[in-house]
């Protein structure tokens, strides 16, 4: 399989780093690290995420979506392996020129989104910078059962805790030219579903860099692949499907873009879909069925009476490769193909 | 007494943001936040702490220090609480145009302060940004006691870890002209003292942000004053010493700089103090004896025959008030004499 960039610049990051003995996870094969606080049974799920490129490329040019965001990415990751949230770090570097009411809007958003995923903001820390930049913390606590993106083998079923391709719709909207009117995005991390899927999945993954870049890291840690059997309409959400369409876009290339709707992607055992459906739906949660896991690598759909498919890797190791320019990078999705699958 | 222009900053901030109910520190009265999980006896404390105006300043010019300061920051918080360390988060804002050399040794500026301070790397994230940006987190725990920058009263004793003025030294080294040779500069947080340290203390600080602001934020949370009795040669590191003699200044100008030297300022109730130093003699660590806490506020010292003092809120608010410049800075400073006390 294809070496994916981001995974290569971590490994070389990480190398010689002291590890934690206490730690479940090793470094990709979660959302959040797992580590058991020594001499109690408790494990603890943290997790911390930056917000630059999304400020500085614009994407988040709404200070109140910047800040909402800033939570948002870090509850994901939580709700990623099913944790209770236990609360929130923030750590914010604010230019001294950004005016007075747009760092009180960003103060709103983060608030905002503090309250709408029950994360309680226990501390954090505020430097001077020439661009803005947000660090958030989360954390969380496991209890009986959790997730990672390791675990799942061909026979299990695939979910998505929502609708996709939301994010890519939105950074269509916002960053091209070309693109239609605007697209609303203030997604609310999984939490509550998160806790019903760890009691029942076998792995688990977040949108947060989008569907394909989560199907391709599945991939490469469980060497399986996945064929979606749901047609493309009924798993894509409604404004991504508009996008695509007033744009002339192929509906797929809404699952491609870096930038996710933070939902979960997650696989239960065929023998207990049942079991796991109806305890979702006790608590008023409607998850999409999306497939299989099939031992054969690569993401395939059907699309009327062919099996289609892309290089995963490939499209995730894109943005990267055209210096993570929007414009160039949707010109080579352009020049990507889906191909006819033997299946 | 004076408003402080950072905690004036930080009340803005958090203002309508969501508290935990399981948090057993308020705002400001704590280096690391101190949050029990709920359903167990464990006490979480955490901290987040990021670098960016040490890093465009040219303070930390050299990766490997700004590597190893994002660490130590955040394992001094912990040190200050009294904490066992658990583990680390950082979260890197690198420049794309960063040389491989300088990238490397800034990963082994963390990896070798994660390793010093016994602070396993958990996980993290990357970002490009334009400039160098480093946001650790450090997660500990605290067992049966533990200190908060609260709870001191007049009758206790002052201590400090170690020799104060070497964060102040090293920044006037490294940022003014007139200054002379470099001043190594790469501390090591306190965290065993700090566990021996909680047994006893009733408030603690670190001096993150020079011995003068430490002082200044005991005295506003706690209503008292402090009196050193200790002659300011022997708690002055002696590369403090040699940095004021050479360049002309005062001796105690070196606990006046916003940069510190991430040594612990502790208070100890008199009947304790032969029991304290006994336990910190047991693990071969001799923390120095600075003086008395008494009822009346501010901050003063003995020279000669005379008690001279200076308003600690004032110098706090010094940097602030010159723009961040380290030149104005030192000239405000110098414009600042102390007064006679009558104690």
Redesign the interface.
């Known amino acids: 399989m294809n070496t994916v960039t981001e995974r290569a610049?971590?490994a070389r990051?990480?190398?010689?780093?002291?590890?934690?003995s206490?730690?479940l996870n090793r470094?990709h094969e979660s959302d959040?690290?797992l580590?058991k606080?020594?001499g109690?049974?408790?494990i603890?799920a943290?997790?911390?995420?930056?917000?630059?490129?999304e400020i500085?490329t614009g994407l988040y040019g709404n200070p109140y979506l910047a800040g909402w965001m800033s939570v948002t990415v870090n509850a994901s990751d939580l709700a990623a392996v099913g944790a209770e949230p236990?609360?929130l770090?923030?750590?914010?570097?604010i230019p001294p020129d950004m005016n007075e009411e747009a760092?009180m809007r960003l103060?709103?958003g983060?608030?905002d989104a503090?309250?709408a995923h029950?994360?309680?903001?226990?501390?954090?820390?505020?430097?001077?910078?020439?661009?803005l930049?947000l660090?958030g913390?989360a954390?969380g606590?496991v209890r009986d059962r959790w997730a990672t993106r390791r675990g799942t083998r061909p026979g299990d079923r695939v979910f998505a805790s929502g609708p996709l391709g939301l994010g890519s719709a939105f950074a269509f909207a916002r960053l091209m030219s070309t693109s239609p009117a605007g697209v609303a995005y203030q997604p609310v991390a999984r939490l509550p579903e998160g806790q019903v899927m760890a009691r029942w999945a076998t792995a688990c993954i977040d949108t947060s860099d989008g569907a394909i870049a989560a199907f391709d890291e599945l991939f490469q840690l469980n060497e399986i692949g996945i064929l979606v059997h749901r047609p493309l309409e009924e798993l894509l959400h409604p404004a991504a499907l508009e996008t695509a369409r007033v744009a002339g876009l192929p509906p797929w290339m809404m699952l491609a873009g870096p930038h996710g709707e933070f939902e979960l992607l997650f696989t239960v055992p065929r023998v207990h879909c049942e079991a796991f459906t109806a305890d979702a739906a006790a608590s008023g949660w409607d998850p999409i069925m999306l497939g299989d896991v099939v031992p054969q690598a690569g993401l395939a759909w059907r699309e009327e009476d062919d099996w289609l498919e892309v290089d995963t890797t490939r499209i995730r190791n894109l943005f990267t490769a055209v210096g993570?320019d929007p414009q160039r990078y949707l010109e080579a999705l352009l020049c990507t193909a889906p191909e006819p699958a033997s299946r």
């Open positions: 610049l971590i990051l990480v190398a010689g780093m002291p590890r934690s206490h730690q470094v959040a690290e580590v606080i020594p109690t049974d408790t603890l943290v997790t911390t995420d930056g917000i630059a490129e500085t236990l609360g770090l923030m750590s914010e570097a760092v103060q709103a983060i608030g503090a309250k029950r994360l309680p903001v226990l501390g954090g820390d505020t430097n001077a910078s020439p661009t930049h660090t913390t954390i606590v993570g």
